[in-house]
């Protein structure tokens, strides 16, 4: 799956088909202890509609889901979960092993930490809203990570010339 895609429709519907089954109940029972139509349940199922968030909870609350199981569900919908880890400070410990290998100018270094840093918070509102959290972020992020190195590449490469041009006098 790309970063850029929602997770398949097949997903969620092979799980909610899979819970329904693990819980023994019909396609007819789950609709009507979840409040919704036999016929919608069954295009969900079926991989023909994405559901919303609310009726993910829904289902996995009439399937008495443990906290792990709609977690999952959750998941395969394309939604996070409830219970989400905190947004992280400072980057992760492999970027800032990369970060950390001199091959970033230390204002180059800050720059990136600053926008991994917008990026993990912009998906913690996601989360925190229920959005989807693969739903075309990297795209973004990427041309704005490339917009920014070639800005300051762009300024430094002007400044290194400013520093070697020679004045010219008129005689």
């Known amino acids: 799956m790309q970063l850029t895609q929602q997770p398949p429709v097949s997903n969620f519907a092979a799980e909610l088909r899979r819970l329904r089954e693990v819980a023994g109940i019909s396609q007819r029972a ?33 399937l008495a889901l443990s906290d792990g199981e709609s977690a999952t569900l959750l998941i395969a919908a394309g939604y996070a979960a409830t219970h989400t880890a905190p947004a992280h400070t400072h980057p ?27 990026y993990a918070q912009r998906l913690a509102a996601r989360a925190r809203a229920g959005k989807p959290l693969v739903a075309d972020l990297a795209a973004p992020w ?9 800005e300051q590449i762009a300024a430094e490469v002007e400044s290194f010339r400013a520093s070697f041009e020679r004045p010219v006098f008129d005689l």
Do not use: H
Request: aromatic fraction near 2%.
């Open 92 to 118: 992760p410990s492999d970027l800032e092993a990369i970060l950390a290998d001199g091959a970033f100018l230390p204002r180059q270094r800050a720059q990136i930490e600053a926008l991994l840093l917008a």
């Open 30 to 62: 789950l609709a009507r202890a979840s409040v919704l139509t036999p016929a919608y349940l069954s295009l969900l199922e079926g991989g023909r509609r994405r559901p919303e968030r609310l009726t993910v909870e829904k289902l996995a609350q009439a």
């Open 142 to 150: 990427q041309t704005r990570v490339l917009e920014t190195m070639q």
